[in-house]
């Protein structure tokens, strides 16, 4: 789509449940692909009152336990301060290393939460301080556990997830358990206001104390002993369920494939022909007339664009729409219907009557209500656009003396809408992709970067990372408060940018390491430095990689959620980067993607891969005039699977018969869902809602964020400059740099000064 888009198939959802599960706040559900939510940090100052009951003393800090109680061969646990800042020994690890590190680390980590739990100690660093530097090295391997099983997630990396997910679940699960902890974490919340009115601690503190304190309840620290353990089962078996749904996605996009000839491919642009060339020759078809079509969205999208075939138009789309149930050994229906079953009976435990009412307690939404009264108004809306838009083409169509059997069919929605932007406003997208080299858009997203926040990309081509396709970066800045060019490291960023076998499809932000200033004593400094990783699926050919606008937004997507890592300036890991509520987290990523728009910006960047020209004025003319066609379907695309989330998350039951496929066309049916759509993501493949919890009735965060970004971007726009430095300086230290040391809703009303207003996000979608 040219217009933004619903993109976001991967983005934060699971790659972050994955590596955020060893890093961050017990209370953050915000997420990133896969199992396992938010962790563990903080502490806090304990009145003498809690500390004769602790009376268990000890002279060794959660820190000095860690570094005593692990010295292993293992690459992934003895020191890395020989790598390059502290980076990973990515050519030493193998899959054989993560289970026996990951056991050492959860180990390590269990005693540094009990030295706390323990400590005969109450000011606020031996409680929440040592709670936010503990497991140390936990959230170091696990960091690299959760990026290879999204990145490089072989078989044998395969095998171990499915055998670690479970006990990485227990292990959370009983870190929230340990006797003693959590009546000093409740005490902490307790005092936080009296401390803040005496001026003990800072604003920071108090909501380190609020938000480890939620998160301890919302992982059952309040339930009975029985309800624990009922609470821990119900969490492990999901972890089991969600792995085994991703694996059995993978494991579909992995094998499917569609082998055509270059004959096949008529309407299809030259680098589309040469993609699909060259993933014929890396799946081994030899044929020199061998093309092939993956379920990756890279090669997907563009054929059912392009391909004038309607029968392989619709041969590959079924597949796409299928994946997750394209085999009955991988039956996903199935096992997102016992996701459900478990969910329900979680939120019973919790005193919900729905999943979805647990789920948004703990958002800037709150209630469910309140998501589906964003959700409905725009469901009317998009439902109107969409309907225009079909009837648009079926004209088109009559007027060219053509008829569909059946109509306009969802395998060719995007053939004919493309047909119809090119005939209305004169704009082929393949036009356009020359100047829209994979070269081109990196740099115009670091010269965006520089511009806004003074950060400056040296490529570092003597670091190896864990794939040869991964470019590492130091990020740098001049050094604040100088008058000399002296300039500091912000970061460490790694981009991974291409489609590859055993990669998760989508794109997402990851990190190894999180930004923080609550070292522990003695602690390099290089660790306060995070490690942030944007990762791609872009497909690539023999030549430049070339990226529809799409495409380009989806980089510049991803860099704003590599700006709130790497920007971040919290002093407490727990608080720090994207560990904020998850209806906030799109705001950074879904913001940067305006600067792709501006002409300032193309005119600069935009440059013919071959001759080194800029883009034409008449082409970004006529970019502009056609990015608001097809708006409609894009809504819908996106709406009708927030809508989805939401009504499967609030039933009352699912009994024994309940069929989710049967529910979905139903619940479509009722929703007037326009002839020719189906939702983005079907549930058999619905990574946000069943490879993992953290999306799950959350579906919906992207459009909330977008009423925020389209706000931010409109301050921006009426300054009269786009890249105004009091307004980004502004941006900075409240949309990337504050993560969850400030509540959300003041954050935003900090930067702009009032409540959001929901009319520049309808304006943007030509939905008034």
Partial sequence: MLARNWRWGTSLAFQLLTTRAFQTSSSTIMAHRHNLPAFFRASKALPAALTTALSVSTTSTPDEMTTKSINSDNPLLRSWESEPFHLPPFKSIQPSHFEPALEAAMEAHLSDLEVIASS?????????????????????VGSVYG????????PDMQAVQTKMAPILSRHRSKCYNIPGLFEKIEMMHDIKDEMLEKGEWNAEQARLAERVYIGFVRMGAKLDEESKKEYADIQAEQATLQTKFMQNVLKDEEVWEMVITSEDMEGCPPDLVSSARQAAIDRNHDGPADHVITLGRSLVEPFLTYSSRRDLRKKAFEAWTSRGELSEERDNLSIAT?????????AQLMGKSTFAEFQTEDTMAQTPENVLKLLNDVWVRA?????????????????????????????????????????????????LKPYLSLNAVTNAVFDVSNKLYGLKYVKRDDIEAYHPDVNVYEVRRNKPNTETDEDELVALFLHDNYARPHKSSGAWMSEYRSQKKNLAQGADPIEAIPIVSNNNNFAKGSGSALLSFDDGQTL??????GH????????????ASTSVLRDFVELPSQL?????SEPIVLKEHALHHETGEPVPDDLLERLKAAQLFNEGFATVEYTACALFDMAV??????DDDFDLAKFEKEYLEEQGMPQGIVMRHRPAHFAHLFASSGYAAGYYVYQWAQVLDEDVYAAFEETGNVFDPETAEKCRKYIYSAGNTVAPQELFQSFRGRDPDISFFLKSRGLV
């Avoid at 510049?556 to 959620?561: D, I, K, P, S, V």
């Avoid at 940067?592 to 792709?596: G, S």
């Avoid at 998350?649 to 699912?654: I, T, V």
């Fill in 383 to 431: 439902k109107e656009a969409a309907n225009r838009e079909r009837e648009m083409m079926e004209t088109f169509l009559t007027e060219k003396g053509e008829a569909l059997e059946g109509g306009i069919q969802p395998w060719d929605w995007r053939y004919y809408a493309e047909q119809v932007r090119q005939a209305n406003f004169n704009f082929d997208e393949s036009e």
């Fill in 120 to 140: 005969s100690s109450n000011d606020f660093d031996s409680i929440l301080g040592a709670y936010d530097r503990a497991g140390s090295i936990y959230s170091k």
């Fill in 147 to 154: 990026n290879y099983v999204s990145s490089l997630n072989t």
């Fill in 556 to 561: 510049f997507h991803e860099m704003g959620h």
């Fill in 564 to 575: 709130h890592g790497m920007l971040s300036d919290a002093t407490y890991r727990t608080l």
């Fill in 338 to 346: 016992k996701v459900l079953r478990l969910r329900k009976r979680q």
């Fill in 649 to 654: 998350h609030q039933l009352s039951d699912y």
């Fill in 592 to 596: 940067m993607e305006h600067w792709l």
